[in-house]
């Protein structure tokens, strides 16, 4: 059964950087597209970058290209989340998910697993 476990969130001043990681237990992040999403207060939850495993592919929402990179390392079945230049409006907690075989995706329904989340907080 998937479990995924995020961490390095937290807060940091407009134009810094955090590398948020997502570990992936009870299963291989080898075969399957892995996501991250974020949900601003108030705001639905969207979609922000993904990797698609089989053939290393990525993908970005409009409002992080150049920012952020998704990157994954098989040997600690961890992916991992680099944002830089970050702007107030990036803060959100920070969700990975995975379970989707399809291909690059941000649609939520696509996927089945989710792990509990990470703040990112960006302020002066």
């Known amino acids: 059964q998937w479990q995924l476990v995020e961490s390095g969130g937290g807060l940091v001043q407009p134009g810094g950087s955090l590398s948020p990681s997502c570990a992936a237990f009870g299963c291989t992040l080898d075969y399957d597209t892995i996501a991250w999403f974020r949900q601003a207060p108030g705001k639905d939850r969207e979609g922000v970058s993904c990797?698609?495993?089989?053939?290393?592919?990525?993908y970005y929402a409009d409002s992080v290209k150049g920012r952020f990179t998704i990157s994954r390392d098989n040997a600690k079945n961890t992916v991992y989340l680099q944002m830089n230049s970050l702007k107030p409006e990036d803060t959100a907690v920070y969700y990975c998910?995975?379970?989707?075989?399809?291909?690059?995706?941000?649609?939520?329904?696509?996927?089945?697993?989710w792990g509990q989340g990470t703040q990112v907080t960006v302020s002066s």
């Open positions: 998910a995975g379970g989707y075989s399809g291909g690059l995706s941000l649609l939520l329904y696509e996927y089945d697993y």
């Open positions: 990797l698609s495993s089989n053939d290393g592919f990525t």
